[in-house]
């Protein structure tokens, strides 16, 4: 067993899905507003890794576009 299937069986059995349900719901309203750069991205990846399920819930496109679309305008304009 890789680390990865260990990581989605524990949460899967000690992690409550109103938990993920929150992480998720939060992910969705999620943007850089005031925060830096860096803390928006390490709220982020949070958000991401807690409200994945057992499938993993988002893939590397949909991450992607999230995180651009949460960042401040004039940022997210700069790295387009």
Sequence with gaps: MNWE???RL???QYVPDSFTFQMGR???V????RSSVA??????????????DANGALT???KMNKYHYGLRGDIAHAVS
Excluded: C, D, H, P
């Design 60 to 62: 590397e496109r949909a």
């Design 39 to 52: 803390e928006y991205t390490r709220k982020f990846n949070e958000l991401v890794y807690f409200s994945s």
């Design 26 to 28: 939060e992910l969705g």
């Design 5 to 7: 299937n260990f990581i």
């Design 10 to 12: 524990f949460m899967g």
């Design 30 to 33: 999620l943007k850089q507003g």
